[in-house]
Every structure is written in structure tokens, then in C-alpha cells.
């Protein structure tokens, strides 16, 4: 079945340094979504993507789409304490419209 | 305006137990969404109902139904109960079920 794959699994960054978490699919996508999550908290919907080579831009956060729609990229510039969280990708299947989730990127600021 | 509404927040219960949790969409919104989260995990797909039919069904065994109400709350039953139930339960809706979803804050069951 349809599976993305999400990387890295963590990333340490210091506050004020740039953080990017990437997922990427062996198929083409229709679509690709983020979602961030606070720990202990629910998943917040960030941003969907559809075009090849699309790229969003909110605020200190940028989404990629690539052009082959096989891959996509979330980068956060200058980190803040508020940043910290995890990271997801997900997929809308066209079947069933569930989402299938990457495995997430945990952002952590280090003291 | 509310956002998705979850109860209840957390639940304990015993192996073999059944259990109900209750989720209220966005108003507006006809499309609720079930998904399963372990701790360090991804949320699981389990169930998409939109307009009180059920348009998408994950990879859960029988154990696990939902159903959807006129006024496009939902509810999902599980029986049964298993230790490996124990999972954050989270809720989303959205207008027509394709496009962002909007996350309750979910109902964390504990089976002992």
C-alpha cells in the first residue's frame, strides 16, 4: 500500500538555527499535507500541496512540493521555543480517503 | 465557533470492556474521520464517515465500528477490549473530507 517515508526521525537544533524535515514516496502523489504537533497535544493542520514544484510560504515556514511529485520538504528558518514539536507529512488516498502519515519529525531545541 | 469536541478527554478501562467515545465536528462540516495514535507513532486510519455513510475503513478488525448521526457527530465503539487498545483516540473533521482536517483534542484510553 501507499507509504511515505519521513526523515529525520529527530532533529536537535539550537534556537535561531534553520530546521527541515523531508518525506518522500516511491509513487506519485495527488497531494501531500503537514500537520505539526505539540507535545501532548492533537495535530494541527499547517498547509496542503497539489501542483508539481509548489512552493508555500508561512510566515518563517516554507513547503516544497517537488516536481516529480514524489517528494516534499518543510523548512523553518530561525527555530523558536514555540517550533518545538512534531513534524508530519500525510497523504489523502483517493480510494478511501484516509490520510496515510509519515512517521514525523521531532523537533527539539536544545538548552 | 467550537472547534471538534472529544469526549471524554481520558478513559480507563479493563480488558474486555467495551467502550464508546464521542466526537462533535465543526459546525458545517459533514465529514468526521477516526484515527489511532500510539505514543512516538503516526496516527492510524481507522474510520471516514461522511453524510452518515461510512466512505473509508482502515485496516482494524471487527472489534472497532462507528456510526454517524444526523447532526454529523459520531461515535466509535470498540469491543472487546485489548491492552494494545491503549492509544490516544483523535477525531477530525473537515468540510467534504478531502481537503485539511481539523483534530479534537482526543480521548487518551488506558486498558489494564
Known amino acids: 500500500g501507499q507509504q511515505v517515508m519521513q526523515i529525520p526521525q529527530y532533529q536537535h537544533v539550537q534556537e535561531g538555527e534553520d530546521f527541515t524535515t523531508y518525506c518522500n514516496s516511491s509513487t506519485t502523489l495527488s497531494n501531500i499535507q503537514w500537520y505539526k504537533q505539540r507535545p501532548g497535544g492533537h495535530p494541527v493542520f499547517l498547509i496542503q500541496?497539489?501542483?508539481s514544484g509548489e512552493v508555500k510560504k508561512q510566515k518563517r515556514l516554507t513547503f516544497q512540493f517537488g516536481e516529480a511529485k514524489k517528494n516534499s520538504s518543510l523548512h523553518i528558518t530561525a527555530t523558536q521555543t514555540t517550533d518545538v514539536g512534531t513534524y508530519f507529512c500525510?497523504?489523502?488516498?483517493?480510494?478511501?480517503?484516509?490520510?496515510?502519515w509519515g512517521a514525523g519529525t521531532k523537533l527539539i531545541i536544545k538548552p | 465557533d467550537a472547534g471538534v469536541t472529544q469526549s471524554p478527554t481520558h478513559l480507563i478501562k479493563t480488558r474486555g470492556q467495551q467502550v464508546t467515545l464521542r466526537c462533535s465536528p465543526i459546525s458545517g462540516h459533514k465529514s468526521v474521520s477516526w484515527y489511532q495514535q500510539v505514543l512516538g507513532q503516526g496516527p492510524q486510519f481507522i474510520f471516514q464517515?461522511?453524510?452518515?455513510?461510512?466512505?473509508g475503513r482502515g485496516n482494524f478488525p471487527d472489534r472497532f465500528s462507528a456510526r454517524q448521526f444526523p447532526n454529523y457527530s459520531s461515535e466509535l465503539n470498540v469491543n472487546a477490549l485489548l491492552l494494545g487498545d491503549s492509544a490516544l483516540y483523535l477525531c477530525?473533521?473537515?468540510?467534504?473530507?478531502?481537503?485539511?482536517?481539523?483534530f479534537g483534542s482526543g480521548t487518551r484510553l488506558t486498558v489494564v
Open positions: 464517515y461522511y453524510e452518515k455513510e461510512e466512505r
Open positions: 500541496l497539489v501542483k
Open positions: 477530525a473533521s473537515s468540510a467534504q473530507g478531502n481537503y485539511g482536517y481539523t
Open positions: 500525510a497523504v489523502i488516498m483517493d480510494s478511501n480517503y484516509q490520510l496515510i
